[in-house]
C-alpha cells in the first residue's frame, strides 16, 4: 500500500531531481540568486571549509573542495558584497558588523591549504584556520576515512599566513573527540596545542574548533579555562544565534556544493538545501500565514 508519506517523499525526489536538472548549466541559477540578494539576512555567517584541491575535479572526500570551486566562491562572495573578517574579530565585537558579512574557517590545516590562503591574499580578504598542532608538518595521524594523504601545514607556512591577516587557532593536539576524554587528557588536548602554537606563531591563540564538532557543557568550559576566548561548533545557522562566543555556528561547505547551493545556503544559513527541502520549507512559510497547521 502506498501511504501518503511514500506519495510525499516521491513527489518531493522528483521535484529535486527536475529542478536540480533544469538549473544544471545554469551556475547559480536565477532563483538561488534571487534568494542570497533578496532574502532575509540575520547576521554574519561562518563557512567551514577543510581540504582545498588543485584542478577542476570534484574531490572523493565530501569535506573537500577543488580549488577552481573554491576561487569561484570567493568571487561570487566578492560580488555578492559580502566583506570577510577573522572569527577572533567578529566574535570580539559581534555587533559591528553589517549583515554581508562572512568568516571563512579551515579544519585540520592540511598543506593544500596554503594555496587558498593565496587565493585569498590575493582578493584582499581573510580567513581562520583552525589547526591540529600535534601534526604540523606530518600527514594526518588521526585516520578519518578518504582524508588528504598530504602533510599538514608548515610552521613557516603558519607564520607567513598570520603576517598576511589570516587567523590561526587551534584543533586540539591530536584531534580527538572532546566529550570522550577524562579532565587531565581534554586539558591536555587545549593547553598543549595552544602552547605549541604560541610557541610557532609568536601571539596568543584565543580561537578554538571543535573537532568533529564535538562538544559539551564540561568541553565548553574546559576551553575558557585554558584561556580560549572564542570557539567553533559545526552546528548550522547564523553565526552568532546562540549569543557565546564559545558556540559560534558554521555552514560546511561540500565537495558536490556548486554556486547555486552555496548561494542556497547563505540566503537559508543551513546546510540541508536541497530543492525538495526548499519547497517544503515555502509550503511551510505559506501554510502558517494562511493560519493552517502543517
Request: proline fraction near 4%; hydrophobic fraction near 45%.
Amino acid at each position: 500500500m502506498v501511504t501518503h508519506g511514500s506519495k510525499s517523499f516521491a513527489m518531493n525526489l522528483h521535484s529535486d531531481r527536475a529542478l536540480t536538472e533544469m538549473f544544471s548549466l545554469i551556475d547559480p541559477d536565477p532563483i538561488s540568486l534571487a534568494l542570497i540578494r533578496r532574502g532575509q539576512l540575520h547576521g554574519p555567517l561562518m563557512l567551514m571549509y577543510h581540504s582545498v584541491q588543485r584542478g577542476r575535479a570534484i574531490p572523493d572526500w565530501p569535506w573537500a573542495v577543488s580549488m577552481a570551486r573554491f576561487r569561484s566562491q570567493l568571487d561570487f562572495l566578492a560580488g555578492e558584497g559580502w566583506k570577510t573578517v577573522t572569527m577572533a574579530d567578529l566574535a570580539a565585537r559581534p555587533q559591528a558588523w553589517p549583515e554581508r558579512t562572512v568568516v571563512i574557517t579551515f579544519d585540520d590545516g592540511y598543506r593544500d591549504n596554503y594555496e587558498a590562503f593565496e587565493a585569498l591574499a590575493q582578493r584582499g580578504m581573510c580567513a581562520s584556520w583552525f589547526v591540529v598542532a600535534g601534526w604540523l608538518g606530518r600527514g594526518a595521524g588521526w585516520g578519518d576515512a578518504g582524508q588528504p594523504s598530504d602533510p599538514l601545514l608548515e610552521p613557516a607556512q603558519l607564520r607567513a599566513m598570520q603576517s598576511a591577516g589570516m587567523e590561526i587557532g587551534s584543533h586540539t593536539v591530536d584531534h580527538l573527540r572532546l566529550p570522550d576524554l577524562d579532565n587531565t587528557q581534554l586539558n591536555a588536548q587545549l593547553l598543549t596545542s595552544k602552547a605549541l602554537l604560541e610557541d610557532v606563531l609568536g601571539t596568543e591563540v584565543v580561537s578554538f574548533a571543535y573537532p568533529y564538532g564535538a562538544w559539551d557543557e564540561r568541553c565548553e568550559q574546559a576551553v575558557m579555562a585554558a584561556g580560549y576566548r572564542y570557539a567553533c561548533t559545526t552546528r548550522s545557522g547564523w553565526a552568532l544565534r546562540d549569543g557565546n562566543p564559545l558556540r559560534l555556528r558554521r555552514l560546511a561547505i561540500f565537495n558536490d556544493d556548486n554556486l547555486s547551493s552555496f548561494a542556497r545556503k547563505i540566503a537559508f544559513a543551513t546546510n540541508d538545501v536541497r530543492w525538495a527541502s526548499m519547497i517544503g520549507y515555502w509550503r511551510r512559510q505559506l501554510l502558517a500565514r494562511m493560519g493552517w497547521n502543517t
